[in-house]
């Protein structure tokens, strides 16, 4: 344990707190469009009006409305596939810097939208500061994992979710109609996106750069050496510095990992297709349909003041991801992803329940502001810090940028298509709607229980390791003839791992030992 406290410093802390305003950001601008909604829609309307003498219909009202909403997610799909060309040339802590510019021009057009009369600059603006999140969600959590000590870094890795959701709470806030959610200063709301951007864009110079980066990409040994002994608090860094150079070592050998060849390779097939299936178990589960449409939903179920309630959801969310931090290192990766789904998929019957019977019992819209908030503490338990930080866990160095990219990529899309799809899918559905989540929810379960491994304690080569078929046993003890297990990090570590039995496919199902 005490080895444990020297290793939080306090550029340690520094560097992921600075980190983590992008995804601050990235919450911010995923639930900033929610509260304004009404007032938005009339400026579209009167926009129109302005130039056509004539006001929009409600379909094509809906339609603006959906795509202005869906468009970030366009701006994060490409944003989040562009992670592996920043990363590599610029380093992570150099791009994090670089991409806050599409932070300040994608709030200058949202804030500046209405003086101008153009709800194109709008819609451009939310496109901006989708592709600036889409770069943040992949360079936020790859370099946290870069920088933290392997007993640390699933505990630093739900930081990245933290800061997500401190975002969403804060455009929640901010966006009640008595501070910057009303008529005149809904602009404002918008535009504050700047603000942390030139934030951490100061504070970054102050922050090292990634030390594998250093090591491995660029052969900086003694720059990253010293790095190493600030960031951890001690001289003696020569266990993280071999790590690192095992695994230079082990890309030196392989060819450079493109995306095709994270689908063509079976070492890296297997981690992919997780990495994905987790991306989408965090869109698909339902939570971005609450968030973008929460204040409809407590409308829908007769809540007289939906934002406070809203705001509330708001407020479970940090205090859940809180708990995860401390729980992620002690209930391990897996247990705590399945967890949530299973509560989810609950809360979602009740939601639904809720739903259904509020015009007959009013007093049902309590029911369904419980489910609403178990279905968001659930959430933020395991599925959504989770599949963040576990991508950057299932893959060693040289694959990690194009492991990220598709990974963010796969979850922008599903982000983008629940934003679009579900005002369609509510009104084809109505009370209903959550059944076809919970539907999602138990597929996301089965896969998890049979193919998802246990990350817990294992370093970035432990884990590829076992993918990749490696035997070494770490602990002394042979294992079972045909097996493989991942080695133990170090030999007071016995975390339990997956087995690989190497007589069968590569995309075989995985367990616990």
């Given amino acids: 344990m005490e080895g444990e406290k020297k290793q939080v410093t306090v550029p340690l802390l520094l560097a992921v ?6 995804s601050v950001q990235f919450g911010y601008n995923t639930g900033v469009i929610n509260a304004p909604e009404k007032i938005i829609r009339q400026f579209y309307n009167e926009t129109l009006k302005a130039r056509t003498g004539e006001f929009i219909t409600d379909n094509l009202s809906t339609t603006l409305w959906s795509f202005s909403v869906a468009i970030f997610s366009v701006g994060g799909m490409i944003g989040s596939f562009s992670v592996g060309v920043f990363v590599n040339r610029f380093g992570r802590r150099n791009s994090m810097l670089i991409v806050n510019v599409l ?9 500046f939208s209405k003086l101008a009369a153009s709800f194109e600059m709008l ?14 969600t992949g360079l936020v959590p790859m370099y946290i994992g870069e920088i933290s000590p392997t007993s640390l870094r699933g ?12 975002g969403i709470l804060i455009a929640q806030v901010f966006g009640l109609e008595f501070i910057l959610g009303s008529q005149s200063l809904w602009p404002v709301l918008l535009g504050l996106t700047i603000i942390p951007a030139v934030i951490q864009s100061i504070a970054l110079p102050f922050c090292p750069e990634s030390p594998r980066f250093l090591l491995i990409n660029k052969n900086q040994e003694e720059k990253a050496t010293e790095i190493l002994k600030k960031l951890r608090g001690t001289a003696d860094v020569q266990q993280d510095l071999q790590e690192m150079k095992d695994e230079s070592l082990k890309m030196m050998q392989e060819k450079k990992v493109t995306i095709p060849e994270l689908f063509r390779s079976p070492s890296y097939r297997q981690p992919i297709i997780i990495a994905i299936v987790l991306q989408l178990s965090q869109q698909l589960s339902g939570i971005n349909a609450v968030f973008y449409y929460s204040t409809n939903i407590f409308e829908a179920a007769g809540v007289k003041e939906p934002i406070y309630a809203t705001i509330g959801a708001g407020v479970v969310n940090t205090v859940f991801t809180v708990v995860s931090l401390f729980l992620v290192e002690r209930a391990g990766r897996r247990t705590l992803h399945l967890v949530g789904l299973a509560g989810m998929a609950f809360c979602a019957v009740l939601m639904t329940i809720a739903l259904t019977l509020t015009s007959q019992i009013p007093s049902m819209s309590y029911l369904s502001i419980i489910a609403i908030f178990g279905f968001v503490a659930f959430f933020e338990v395991g599925p959504g810090p989770i599949p963040w930080f576990i991508v950057a866990e299932l893959f060693s160095q040289g694959p990690r940028p194009a492991a990220m990219a598709v990974a963010g990529c796969s979850n922008w899309t ?3 298509i629940v934003g679009l799809g579900f005002p369609y899918v509510q009104v084809l559905c109505g009370d209903y709607v959550f059944i076809i989540f919970v539907v999602f929810l138990a597929l996301f379960f089965v896969f998890t229980f049979f193919r998802v491994p246990e990350t817990r304690g294992r370093t970035f080569d432990d884990i590829s390791k076992g993918f990749a078929g490696g035997n070494s046993q770490g602990a002394g003890s042979p294992a079972p003839e045909g097996v493989v297990t991942l080695p133990p990090s170090s030999p007071t570590e016995k975390v339990p791992m997956v087995q690989l039995n190497t007589e069968e496919a590569p995309n075989a199902p995985l367990s616990n030992v």
């Fill in 123 to 136: 819609i451009v603006g939310r496109l901006t500061i989708g592709l600036f999140c889409g770069l943040s």
């Fill in 103 to 111: 932070a300040v021009i994608g709030g200058s057009l949202m804030g």
């Fill in 155 to 166: 505990a630093f890795g739900t930081l990245h979710q933290l800061g997500v959701v401190i």
């Fill in 414 to 416: 599903s982000n983008f």
């Fill in 17 to 22: 707190s600075v980190a983590v305003i992008g």
